[in-house]
């Protein structure tokens, strides 16, 4: 059976498509005016002081760590319970990633694990708000301050989240987002750095474009000869103006698109929520999630047990996903021998459900209705 139901869609239309049409017709469709535009609404949104659009939150992530001084003989502590780009924005530095478990419930870093791992040689704290749901960020920068570190953000899912009455983008220097197609809001691809300190922002910028001193509009701009000079080794990790122009129209539409995930998520824990073998994602006070990612935990199941059920789901024309992947299982670093009990039986035991604005309420009941089921046919129930 073809799949009816996706795990993700993303929300677009005809705005998106005009505001790319006029990039094209303006002739920039590299990085220019509406990347900064794109940055600036972004940062008036989450409220910090300053945004640098690049190609990638795993670009993010590399530059940020940068800025944050991390380098070659470093230590980064970040969850293993984590898309895999965490771990490896780390290691584009030359430092090492150190894996700490997460939180049972919330998937979020243990940060008493967290200060456990921390050597002479840790530099920073990665901090992941994972499936958008916002993580503990004061008790992570009393930690950081009782042992001298920095921390970044790992927001890659949490656009429009909220932790303490403020917009995820506003507690720390440096936090990155992801554009990708699975997330709330969307470029293709692409992501952003924000931060409160005019010298990272200045230094991020430079960083993204070969280490350049004057960026391109500038010098296309100015009516006398300007000769740019290369200030140090960098990257190329521009996002173009035809993607920002995209994210520009992306960004109206989120306050919607919370509301309705919000909607969706609440039907889903009406459905689910006197299942003896089935939890639904907890929500701490005090935060705000986004519903990025709508995640069910089975009790007592293991990776074979939980992809039976996806397998039962996809066979009713239902898509899921997997848990969150633990990176320090997969080759590029299962050479470290570590072992995270709690982050694999999370895992593990967890799976995605559909979720996405267009996504009626009908078609919420039939999944709940499809897990259920599936539960009980593959002998969990």
Known sequence: MSVRIPVARPEMGEPEWQAIREVVESGWVTQGPRVEAFEKAMAEYCGAEHGVAVSSCTTALHLALVVAGVGPGDEVVVPSMSFIATANAVAHTGATPVFAEVEPDTF?????DVERRITERTRAVLLVHQLGLPADIDGTHRLAERHGLAVVEDAACAVGSSYAGGRIGSHSELVCFSFHPRKLLTTGDGGMVLTSSAEHAERLRRL????????????????????????????????????AAMGIEQLKRLPAMLERRAALAAR???????????????????VTWNVQTYTARLRGADAAARDAVMQHMLDAGIATRAGVMTAHREPAYADRGC????SERASDGSLVLPLFPAMTDDQVDECARALVEAVAATGLG
Request: charged content about 20%.
């Open 108 to 112: 979020n870093l243990d940060l008493a």
């Open 208 to 243: 993204r474009q070969h280490g350049m001193s004057v960026n391109d509009r500038v010098r296309s701009s100015s009516t006398s000869v300007i000769r740019e000079s290369y200030l140090e080794v960098a990257w190329n990790y521009r996002l173009t103006d035809l993607q």
């Open 268 to 286: 889903y824990d009406a459905a689910l929520a006197d299942h003896p073998l089935i939890d639904t994602p907890p929500v701490p006070e005090g």
């Open 339 to 342: 072992s995270l009990p709690v």
